[in-house]
């Protein structure tokens, strides 16, 4: 029974990676066969949605595949922040990939009537798609920090696949500038972790609350207490890279706006939170935040992802391409999350918690919106926007939901993960940075408002002068229904989340309070 | 249901009611009730009425949701819920005017709500809750607060409540937003949306225990005082009719920011009584004079002094219901105004005297002068100087009878002074009633003589004061005589507004330019270094390619040999080995040198990693 149930837990692991491989790799070679059918491909999305929910609700508590050494091994173990990381990919990978069956629709008969064309086979993108989410499930179970780091490289590595989806010389050049990010980010954790196992000689375990081994932190000597703490600061700087924390955010504004809207949508909405869950992972189930509290690690911390939160929501009311707006905006939103792992306390880390799944919902139905724009009227630039909310309502209705919720009005969810890192920050042990936390999450709140409201506005309210002769797309079916109703599901889940967030918060409360 | 309200958005919201609310909740029903009337023929033949009515009905219900709030956090949502939803109003004409007016009032509404945040925050952090009666029983049982994060907060929440209502350096908005809105919404905005402010301000000063709260008094007096005077001032000057009335309700916030800034110092029912009476008369008053401003705009197409000049001649049923509410506002003895003034001006003449009080004092009655005067300029324009606007249509019967009825309970109070000033001590807000000192300042609101020479000395000073400035300043500074005629002109310079030259360019040009410029250099320095590195350090020897197939010593050698042995005789250039393998090592190098530019960076980073792991281990080991 207990193997059977083993199996289960890593079923979806195994059938996207199959599944995945098998459809990306066999297929005819002739250029004018139509990319995908979308049967096939809903049904393949579907079964790894199913198996993903059979193995958070019926799968075994942990499983040890194969043990490298006495202590490190490839281990997976189901613990709330797995089962919550892993449930939160299956939900955004299944919703985002039935629009994404519909968006690619265009894409693939691009390539087929065009010459120039060159783009990636679109069984490509959604072979790559069902590996990326059963290695995103995977990551999310992973038992020690080493099973972490293999499958963390092998998400970075097959990524990047959705980045050059496109095959211009930008999509290249981006897909190049991620793996580069990605690679010398995982290698700054490679060093830090390394350095751990060394020093300290404990297993790289997740053990809540930090390795015991850790706890003999302080009757070190003052170097090698140094030590710990700078292998500590580069395993979060290293993992930092993939959450596009300051300094290694560069590769995000590159990548995000040169993939296909719903690969942006799930790179923005999902994959960056891995990063996060690797930081989590280091502060609270290796390091302990007992040892981390205080110390200059923790500053630095805090002013970096400070610094990314300002800096990211300024490019972004700075920036004129839309798809590049919402990426900056993603660099901001998700040191939010940081922010409040960076506090370690039990309030800023359930808004921590809180931000990951609400961002993850709000980016997503954002950056599903941009797609759409693109489908219908291949407009790139805020500027170009003028009265597309006539041709495009319900589009920019959700936009406009989501956009409410990430300024943070409430009851849309935004506000109450935001309420709840506010005051975390607060509760800080100096005071001078509660308050400046708190200070820069509402400017940076208020700078949301500047750069994803006048687009509201922009788009609903054209001015006398507009004359609207495209139409309606959505009316005439020039947007799929499919893909509306993607983005209203998610709209109105954003408004439900938040009015209902109470059992998030109960499921959440005794860990968060444990750690 | 209980427990959906407890978990709502996982803080939990509450209702709670009182007198006050519900009579407030009366008024703002039936203002909403005659402005939805009035807008079948103002909002006739106009665009997009389906989004009108959906944030009209919105926003109502978020007003209701604003005054029943029995905590912090409800005020809050429904507050920010009114300002999105209102704000369309302001951007519903979709013309130049309407979408600076509507930008300006979203980007004040959220930017201030964002400061109210700060300040709802600190005290949830503070307290541990933010229900109006919990805060009140953990202020009474009184474990020592710290002053400091409380004064903080109720300065945020100030100003984010500020910003609605109107006062001083935050009014700039106002006058824009209420003139681009059409009528019905300027009506709501002005007699509805802004009072929702002045609630939360009382409501703020009570629960935090700031009443008889020296400094606080203090500041509120003077944002007041400041407040009243420069809206009355720019109010003089406006040539707008639906600015003129905008401005005025900037003028008569500040009137009731100075009867909040009484009650706060002294803590009473008296000054109660003036303040609540101000804000119902402001609702009633405003609500005539907006929907008949309307009424001018639909039927002349125009809001400008000079052409709307003389439409209310022969108009009866127009001109009564102004007339009573410009008399009403300019505190005229008989009318309602006259009341609440007399009452606020009261209130600042029992005060213990000092210097804010004295200044206090002057301006308050040279205000209520002006406020006379700019009504006497709307009036005499539309009413008794002869124009163009003659002959325009007047209003339907059905507008005609809105507007009357609006003006019947503002008459009515009027002409029952003693009925109207005991209005408040039937609506008392239950948060003041726990923390003011004591309740007989009703008993003396009931035993004025209204009409007494002593009572009613302040407003006629007020009036000649009035009326002298009118002939001083408008008939002979602000009428010229052009090409032969009258007209209006507007005397205030073209720099004289501070949103424009002030506000805008700092918050919207300097600030940004400084910080994205600061920010950009850091968003790219990591890629600078790593472009440094590349181009310098690292760059790859670029070694001329070969380009020519069949060149390679190898491929020669393994090709001859391969077509001796398998004894190609017929020569042919495509089958021949020598060929194919060459064509192969070339395909080969290629794939390879991609991948090794690819790959190089990526694995030069990552030996980095190693190489410094390997040093620690090594330093370990030693």
């Given at each position: 029974?207990?193997?059977?149930?083993?199996?289960?837990?890593?079923l979806?692991?195994?059938f996207g990676?199959?599944?995945g491989a098998?459809?990306?790799?066999?297929?005819?070679?002739?250029?004018?066969?139509?990319?995908f059918s979308?049967?096939?491909?809903?049904?393949?999305?579907?079964?790894?949605?199913?198996?993903?929910?059979?193995?958070?609700?019926?799968?075994?508590?942990?499983?040890?595949?194969?043990?490298?050494?006495s202590?490190?091994?490839?281990?997976?173990?189901?613990?709330?922040?797995?089962?919550?990381?892993?449930?939160?990919?299956?939900?955004?990978?299944?919703?985002?990939?039935?629009?994404?069956?519909?968006y690619?629709?265009?894409?693939d008969?691009?390539?087929?009537?065009?010459?120039?064309?060159?783009?990636?086979?679109?069984?490509?993108?959604?072979?790559?798609?069902?590996?990326?989410w059963?290695?995103?499930?995977?990551?999310?179970?992973?038992?020690?920090?080493?099973?972490?780091?293999?499958l963390?490289?092998?998400?970075?590595?097959?990524?990047?696949?959705?980045?050059?989806?496109?095959?211009?010389?930008?999509?290249?050049?981006?897909?190049?500038?991620?793996?580069?990010?990605?690679?010398?980010?995982?290698?700054?954790?490679?060093?830090?972790?390394?350095?751990?196992?060394?020093?300290?000689?404990?297993?790289?375990?997740?053990?809540?609350?930090?390795?015991p081994?850790f706890?003999?932190?302080?009757?070190?000597?003052?170097?090698?207490?140094?030590l710990?703490?700078?292998?500590?600061?580069m395993?979060?700087?290293g993992?930092?890279?993939?959450a596009?924390?300051?300094p290694l955010?560069?590769?995000?504004?590159?990548?995000h706006?040169?993939a296909p809207?719903?690969?942006?949508?799930?790179?923005?909405?999902?994959i960056t939170?891995?990063?996060?869950?690797?930081?989590?992972?280091?502060?609270?189930?290796?390091?302990?935040?007992?040892?981390?509290?205080?110390t200059?690690?923790?500053?630095?911390f805090?002013a970096?992802?400070?610094?990314?939160?300002?800096?990211?929501?300024?490019?972004?009311?700075?920036?004129?391409?839309?798809?590049?707006r919402?990426?900056?905006?993603?660099?901001?939103?998700v040191?939010?999350?940081?922010?409040?792992?960076?506090?370690m306390?039990p309030?800023?880390?359930?808004?921590?918690?809180?931000?990951?799944?609400?961002?993850?919902?709000?980016?997503t139905?954002?950056?599903?919106?941009?797609g759409?724009v693109?489908?219908?009227?291949?407009?790139?630039e805020?500027?170009?926007?003028t009265?597309?909310?006539?041709?495009l309502?319900?589009?920019?209705?959700?936009?406009?939901?989501?956009?409410?919720?990430?300024?943070g009005?409430?009851?849309?969810?935004?506000?109450?993960?935001?309420?709840?890192?506010?005051?975390g920050?607060?509760?800080?042990n100096?005071?001078?940075?509660?308050?400046?936390?708190?200070?820069?999450?509402?400017?940076?709140?208020?700078?949301?408002?500047?750069?994803?409201?006048?687009?509201?506005?922009?788009?609903?309210?054209?001015?006398?002068?507009?004359?609207?002769?495209?139409?309606?797309?959505?009316?005439?079916?020039?947007?799929?229904k499919?893909m509306?109703?993607?983005?209203?599901?998610l709209?109105?889940?954003s408004?439900?989340?938040?009015?209902?967030?109470?059992?998030?918060y109960?499921?959440?409360f005794?860990?968060?309070?444990?750690? | 249901m209980?427990?959906?309200?407890?978990?709502?958005?996982s803080?939990?919201?509450?209702f709670?009611?009182?007198?006050?609310?519900?009579?407030?909740?009366?008024?703002?029903?039936?203002?909403?009730?005659?402005c939805?009337v009035f807008c079948?023929?103002y909002?006739?033949?106009?665009?997009?009425?389906?989004?009108?009515?959906?944030?009209?009905?919105?926003?109502?219900?978020?007003?209701?949701?604003?005054?029943?709030?029995?905590?912090?956090?409800?005020?809050?949502?429904?507050f920010e819920?009114?300002?999105?939803?209102?704000?369309?109003?302001v951007?519903?004409?979709?013309n130049?005017?309407?979408?600076?007016?509507?930008?300006?009032?979203l980007?004040?509404?959220?930017a201030?709500g964002?400061?109210?945040?700060?300040?709802?925050?600190?005290?949830?952090?503070?307290?541990?809750?933010l229900?109006?009666?919990e805060?009140?029983?953990?202020?009474?049982q009184?474990?020592?607060?710290?002053?400091?994060?409380?004064?903080?907060a109720?300065f945020?929440?100030f100003?984010?409540?500020?910003?609605?209502?109107?006062?001083?350096?935050?009014?700039?908005?106002?006058?824009?937003a209420?003139?681009?809105a059409?009528?019905?919404?300027s009506?709501?905005?002005?007699?509805?949306?802004t009072?929702?402010?002045?609630?939360?301000i009382i409501?703020?000063?009570?629960?935090?225990?700031?009443?008889?709260?020296?400094?606080?008094?203090?500041f509120?007096?003077?944002?007041?005082?400041?407040t009243?005077?420069?809206?009355?001032f720019?109010?003089?000057?406006s040539?707008?009719?639906k600015?003129t009335?905008?401005?005025?309700?900037?003028?008569?916030?500040?009137?009731?920011v100075?009867?909040?800034a009484?009650m706060?110092?002294?803590g009473?029912?008296?000054?109660?009584?003036?303040?609540?009476?101000?804000?119902l008369?402001?609702s009633?008053?405003?609500?005539?004079?907006?929907?008949?401003?309307?009424?001018?705009?639909k039927?002349?197409?125009s809001?400008?002094?000079?052409a709307?000049?003389?439409?209310?001649?022969?108009?009866?049923?127009?001109?009564?219901?102004?007339?009573?509410?410009?008399?009403?506002?300019?505190?005229?003895?008989?009318?309602s105004?006259?009341?609440?003034?007399?009452?606020?001006?009261?209130?600042?003449e029992?005060?213990?005297?000092?210097?804010?009080?004295?200044?206090?004092?002057?301006?308050?009655?040279?205000?209520?002068?002006?406020?006379?005067?700019?009504?006497?300029?709307?009036?005499?324009?539309?009413?008794?100087?002869?124009?163009?606007?003659?002959h325009?249509?007047?209003?339907?019967?059905?507008?005609?009878?809105?507007?009357?009825l609006?003006?019947?309970?503002?008459?009515?109070a009027?002409?029952?002074?003693?009925?109207?000033?005991?209005?408040?001590?039937?609506?008392?807000?239950?948060?003041?009633?726990?923390v003011?000192?004591?309740?007989?300042?009703?008993?003396?609101?009931?035993?004025?003589?209204?009409?007494?020479?002593?009572t009613?000395?302040?407003?006629?000073?007020?009036?000649?004061?009035?009326i002298?400035?009118y002939?001083?300043?408008v008939r002979?500074?602000?009428i010229?005589?052009?090409?032969?005629?009258?007209?209006y002109?507007?005397?205030?310079?073209?720099?004289f507004?501070?949103?424009?030259?002030?506000?805008?360019?700092?918050?919207l040009?300097i600030?940004?330019?400084?910080?994205?410029?600061?920010?950009r250099?850091?968003?790219?320095?990591t890629?600078?270094i790593?472009?440094?590195?590349?181009?310098?350090?690292?760059?790859?020897?670029?070694?001329?390619r070969?380009?020519?197939?069949?060149?390679?010593g190898i491929t020669?050698?393994?090709?001859?040999?391969?077509?001796?042995?398998t004894?190609?005789?017929?020569?042919?250039?495509?089958?021949?080995?020598t060929?194919?393998?060459?064509?192969?090592?070339?395909?080969?190098?290629?794939?390879?040198?991609?991948?090794?530019?690819?790959?190089?960076?990526s694995?030069?980073?990552?030996?980095?990693?190693?190489?410094?792991?390997l040093?620690?281990?090594?330093i370990?080991?030693?």
């Amino acid at each position: 029974m207990t193997v059977f149930k083993q199996i289960i837990l890593m079923l979806p692991v195994c059938f996207g990676l199959l599944s995945g491989a098998l459809y990306a790799g066999v297929r005819k070679k002739d250029k004018d066969q139509p990319g995908f059918s979308a049967p096939i491909v809903i049904g393949l999305i579907s079964v790894q949605f199913v198996l993903s929910v059979l193995s958070l609700v019926l799968g075994a508590e942990s499983v040890t595949l194969f043990s490298l050494t006495s202590k490190i091994s490839l281990s997976f173990n189901k613990d709330i922040v797995a089962t919550g990381f892993s449930g939160l990919v299956s939900v955004m990978f299944f919703l985002t990939g039935i629009y994404a069956v519909f968006y690619m629709r265009h894409d693939d008969n691009k390539r087929i009537e065009s010459e120039n064309v060159n783009t990636l086979h679109a069984r490509t993108f959604f072979g790559f798609y069902l590996i990326v989410w059963a290695v995103l499930v995977g990551l999310g179970y992973t038992a020690n920090l080493v099973s972490f780091y293999f499958l963390y490289e092998i998400m970075s590595v097959t990524s990047v696949i959705l980045v050059m989806h496109e095959m211009t010389k930008e999509a290249i050049y981006a897909s190049k500038k991620y793996l580069y990010y990605s690679i010398g980010g995982a290698s700054m954790s490679l060093f830090g972790m390394v350095a751990l196992y060394n020093i300290t000689g404990g297993s790289l375990k997740f053990i809540e609350g930090g390795d015991p081994a850790f706890s003999l932190l302080n009757s070190m000597t003052a170097g090698k207490h140094t030590l710990v703490l700078i292998a500590v600061l580069m395993m979060i700087i290293g993992f930092g890279a993939k959450a596009g924390m300051f300094p290694l955010h560069g590769w995000l504004p590159t990548a995000h706006p040169v993939a296909p809207a719903p690969a942006s949508a799930v790179l923005s909405g999902v994959i960056t939170k891995a990063g996060v869950l690797g930081i989590f992972r280091v502060i609270y189930f290796i390091a302990g935040t007992s040892e981390l509290k205080g110390t200059w690690v923790q500053h630095v911390f805090i002013a970096l992802t400070l610094a990314t939160v300002f800096m990211g929501s300024m490019l972004a009311y700075k920036e004129k391409v839309f798809k590049k707006r919402l990426a900056y905006s993603t660099v901001s939103q998700v040191s939010y999350v940081l922010f409040g792992i960076a506090c370690m306390n039990p309030l800023a880390l359930m808004g921590a918690f809180l931000h990951v799944m609400f961002h993850s919902v709000l980016k997503t139905t954002l950056f599903l919106n941009a797609g759409t724009v693109i489908y219908a009227s291949d407009k790139h630039e805020v500027t170009e926007f003028t009265g597309i909310g006539k041709q495009l309502p319900l589009t920019f209705l959700s936009f406009s939901v989501a956009a409410l919720g990430l300024v943070g009005i409430p009851p849309i969810c935004g506000f109450v993960s935001k309420w709840y890192l506010c005051l975390g920050s607060l509760d800080l042990n100096s005071k001078a940075e509660g308050y400046l936390g708190v200070a820069v999450l509402l400017i940076s709140a208020l700078l949301t408002a500047g750069y994803l409201l006048s687009i509201t506005i922009v788009a609903f309210f054209p001015g006398e002068d507009f004359d609207n002769k495209e139409g309606n797309y959505e009316k005439d079916g020039r947007v799929p229904k499919g893909m509306i109703v993607v983005m209203l599901v998610l709209a109105i889940a954003s408004i439900l989340l938040g009015i209902m967030a109470k059992p998030f918060y109960n499921a959440l409360f005794d860990f968060v309070y444990r750690l | 249901m209980n427990d959906f309200l407890y978990d709502f958005c996982s803080i939990g919201i509450s209702f709670e009611t009182d007198r006050f609310r519900l009579l407030y909740f009366a008024v703002t029903t039936f203002v909403f009730l005659m402005c939805t009337v009035f807008c079948r023929e103002y909002m006739n033949g106009a665009h997009s009425k389906a989004r009108f009515y959906t944030f009209w009905a919105l926003t109502y219900g978020a007003v209701c949701g604003v005054l029943f709030s029995g905590d912090f956090f409800t005020l809050f949502m429904f507050f920010e819920i009114m300002s999105v939803t209102s704000s369309f109003w302001v951007l519903h004409e979709e013309n130049e005017e309407s979408d600076y007016a509507g930008r300006l009032y979203l980007r004040i509404s959220i930017a201030c709500g964002l400061v109210m945040l700060f300040g709802i925050v600190i005290l949830y952090h503070v307290f541990g809750t933010l229900g109006f009666s919990e805060i009140r029983l953990i202020m009474e049982q009184g474990h020592g607060f710290d002053e400091a994060p409380l004064k903080a907060a109720a300065f945020m929440m100030f100003v984010g409540f500020g910003a609605k209502a109107g006062v001083f350096l935050l009014h700039i908005w106002l006058p824009k937003a209420h003139t681009a809105a059409p009528a019905p919404a300027s009506a709501v905005l002005s007699g509805i949306l802004t009072k929702t402010g002045i609630i939360g301000i009382i409501l703020t000063s009570s629960v935090l225990g700031l009443i008889s709260d020296e400094s606080w008094g203090r500041f509120l007096l003077i944002t007041g005082v400041c407040t009243m005077f420069t809206g009355a001032f720019l109010a003089i000057f406006s040539i707008n009719l639906k600015r003129t009335l905008a401005c005025s309700s900037v003028s008569q916030i500040g009137f009731i920011v100075t009867g909040i800034a009484c009650m706060v110092l002294s803590g009473g029912t008296f000054e109660y009584s003036g303040t609540l009476l101000h804000m119902l008369n402001h609702s009633g008053i405003k609500l005539i004079l907006f929907l008949i401003a309307g009424g001018v705009l639909k039927k002349t197409g125009s809001l400008d002094l000079n052409a709307v000049r003389g439409y209310g001649k022969n108009k009866p049923w127009l001109m009564i219901p102004f007339a009573v509410g410009a008399l009403s506002i300019s505190g005229v003895p008989g009318f309602s105004g006259y009341v609440s003034k007399t009452l606020i001006h009261e209130s600042i003449e029992m005060l213990p005297h000092s210097t804010l009080t004295e200044a206090a004092n002057i301006i308050f009655t040279v205000t209520g002068g002006m406020t006379l005067c700019y009504m006497l300029k709307l009036f005499v324009c539309l009413f008794i100087e002869d124009g163009r606007a003659k002959h325009a249509k007047p209003l339907n019967v059905l507008s005609t009878t809105v507007v009357t009825l609006s003006a019947l309970p503002v008459f009515l109070a009027g002409v029952l002074p003693k009925e109207f000033a005991k209005i408040p001590k039937q609506a008392q807000i239950s948060e003041y009633v726990s923390v003011m000192k004591s309740t007989e300042g009703f008993a003396e609101v009931a035993e004025m003589s209204w009409f007494s020479w002593l009572t009613m000395k302040g407003g006629l000073i007020s009036i000649s004061i009035g009326i002298v400035l009118y002939f001083l300043v408008v008939r002979l500074l602000l009428i010229r005589k052009k090409a032969g005629k009258r007209v209006y002109i507007n005397a205030l310079p073209f720099w004289f507004d501070l949103e424009k030259y002030v506000y805008r360019p700092v918050f919207l040009v300097i600030l940004p330019f400084i910080c994205a410029l600061f920010f950009r250099i850091l968003d790219k320095s990591t890629d600078f270094i790593a472009y440094f590195f590349k181009t310098n350090v690292f760059s790859a020897v670029r070694k001329k390619r070969k380009d020519k197939v069949g060149k390679n010593g190898i491929t020669y050698v393994l090709g001859t040999v391969l077509d001796f042995f398998t004894r190609n005789k017929y020569h042919d250039e495509k089958k021949s080995f020598t060929e194919r393998l060459a064509v192969v090592a070339a395909q080969t190098g290629e794939m390879a040198r991609n991948l090794e530019r690819s790959l190089s960076l990526s694995m030069l980073m990552f030996s980095v990693g190693l190489l410094i792991t390997l040093i620690i281990m090594l330093i370990k080991i030693s």
